[in-house]
Structures are given as C-alpha cells and as structure tokens.
C-alpha cells in the first residue's frame, strides 16, 4: 500500500490560489514534515489531503482518491488532527477519544470489545489514564491536544495528518508525544504528514522535510539538505545558525548584536 502522492496539485480557497502546482511524495510508513512561515499553506495542504478541501491535479493518500472515495472508507484509512478542533459541549475525556472509533462503527451496533480496547490503548499512550471522566472543557491546553491526539490513534488510520501537535505541550510532552508518533511510525508504518513551526523537532523526527513558502514548494529532501542558514533567512527572514548535529539539525536563532 503507497503513502502519499502529489503531483501538480493546486489548492485554492475563498477564491485565493494557497498552494500552488506542488509535487511530494512519502512512502509508506514515512514522516513529511511540513515547514514554512505562517501563511505558507502547510493547514490547507493536510485539509486536501483529509478529502476536506478540493484540489486539482492528482493526490493519492494511502491508495485512495480523498475527492472521490467514499467518506467513510477514507476516515478508516486517513485521520487528521486538526490546529483548532470543534469540540462537542459536555463530553468527557473518554467519550471524545471514543469518536475515533466512528468510522468502525456497524450501523445501528454500539462498541464492541476491539473499540473499547483501541480507546483504551490511545488513553494510556497519551498518559490520560485518570482523566476518562474529566470533562473535555475542564482540560489544560496541553491536556486537550493530548485528547485529540488519543482521538486520532484510537481511528488506528494507516495515514495520519498532524497540524501544529505540539503547539500546546510543554518540552517534556513535545518530546513525549512525537517519540510516540515515531514508535506508531515504525511498528505500524504509519504515514505521518505533519504541519511543524519548531525547525529542529521537524528535522530530528522527519524521514523527509518539505519547505513552503507563499504556496509553493521551495525545498523537498531530508533536513540536511533542506535547512540552511541562508534558505531560512531568504524564507523566514530570521537569523539563524544550523548546528549538524548526529539526531539531525538543530536551528538556532541569533539575537542581532546591540
């Protein structure tokens, strides 16, 4: 079973061209990370490739079509984590990470035992063991991304699209959760696409980095070759010193001298 493939793909929206004529590619059980400046069309990429956005050219996401196939074989196969997730009034921490499970569901049957058990695996990864009953709305901002997180892995997709995971955690769960990402990674060959701000986190853990910017692909291949002092200045405008070191790159920002 393929990953990802993109070729010439266009995406617009609200009549505005937000990505333009891009090519990428990961195979199966592989991690592209997407990179860029805010703007660039890191979200709307995912969004086309969870089937929510139409886009032109070709895509296929873990051998399916996302404009053409049908929405229920899609979420069993592709789940997404969204930057800003709608979050259902007076749910608690177990009953959110249960609607993971949807797309598995018989009509007019309720949980069976392999749905309890997947829920309750994607708890204890997340270490939110405790928390089941908790009401969603009571969470801390890590917690709830967390919880998200615990929503997607219960789905047990074989592609899985991260926006921003890590924006709310602190260092210790930033590290925490994407080691786990990359274990589900490599004992599943999960296909992992995700939307990263931090540099460094997405070169140590990508298989394969992809820099946009205004839409457009401006360097795709491992983080080596892609981060450089001078394209991060030319795309970011920041000043910065690229550490090689043996776990990958590390971005470090320089201060200008007063």
């Not at 937000?18 to 991690?31: I, N, P």
């Not at 967390?146 to 955690?169: F, H, K, N, Y």
């Not at 394209?231 to 090689?244: D, F, K, S, T």
Request: aromatic share 2%; net charge neutral; hydrophobic share 45%.
């Amino acid at each position: 079973m393929s990953g990802i493939r993109c070729v010439g793909v266009t995406i617009r929206r609200g009549g505005q061209v937000v990505v333009r004529d891009a090519s990428l590619a990961v195979d199966q059980g592989g991690w592209l990370a997407l990179v860029g400046p805010n703007g660039a069309g890191k979200s709307s990429f995912l969004l086309a490739l969870a089937g929510l956005l139409p886009a032109e050219g070709t895509l296929s996401v873990a051998g399916l079509d996302p404009a053409i196939a049908p929405r229920r074989e899609l979420a069993r196969a592709v789940a997404l984590m969204p930057q800003q997730p709608v979050l259902p009034e007076g749910v608690t921490v177990r009953e959110l990470v249960a609607l993971g499970r949807a797309p598995h569901l018989r009509p007019l049957r309720g949980e069976t035992a392999t749905d309890r058990d997947a829920v309750r695996r994607a708890l204890t990864r997340l270490e939110l063991r405790g928390l089941e009953d908790r009401l969603v709305s009571s969470l801390s901002g890590g917690e709830l991304q967390r919880v998200i997180l615990a929503r997607v892995l219960a789905q047990e997709p074989r592609v899985l699209l991260l926006d921003e995971p890590t924006s709310a955690l602190d260092l210790g769960h930033q590290q925490s959760v994407l080691e786990l990402v990359d274990d589900l990674r490599r004992c599943e060959e999960l296909t992992v696409v995700a939307a990263m701000h931090d540099l460094t986190l997405a070169a140590q853990f990508s298989t394969r980095l992809a820099l946009l910017d205004d839409g457009v692909v401006v360097a795709d291949d491992v983080a080596e070759q892609v981060l450089t002092a001078e394209r991060v200045r030319q795309v970011y405008g920041a000043r910065v010193e690229v550490l090689r070191r043996a776990g990958g790159p590390v971005v470090v920002p320089h201060r200008t001298a007063r």
